[in-house]
């Protein structure tokens, strides 16, 4: 249970917030090919961002594994980019 209440952050972004993203991306892209006659321009800017969001939550969770074996413990604030690129997404998609 100690190991669940100090990796609360880093599941809930893994589990929760990343699939969350890619799967509201997907679905934009899929829908804004699906009924539209031409082209959407954005749809080549989904690939990147895909991969950014994949390359955002490894790279925090990298940063997160280094500090903890360096100070045995880490917190929401190692994390918060991915907060912040989620955000950045979904404000994005409602625009």
């Not at 609360?8 to 090919?33: D, E, Q």
């Not at 955002?56 to 903890?68: M, N, Q, T, Y």
Request: proline share 5%; with cysteine.
């Amino acid at each position: 249970m100690r190991w669940l209440s100090r990796n609360r952050y880093l599941l809930l972004n893994g589990f929760v917030l990343v699939p969350l993203g890619l799967y509201m991306m997907m679905m934009w892209l899929a829908f804004a090919s699906g009924f539209a006659r031409e082209k959407n321009p954005l749809a080549i800017i989904i690939p990147p961002l895909l991969a950014l969001h994949i390359i955002v939550f490894l790279v925090c969770w990298l940063f997160a594994i280094r500090r903890f074996r360096k100070l045995g413990n880490y917190g929401k604030w190692d994390l918060i980019p991915i907060w912040y690129f989620c955000l950045a997404t979904l404000i994005m998609f409602l625009v």
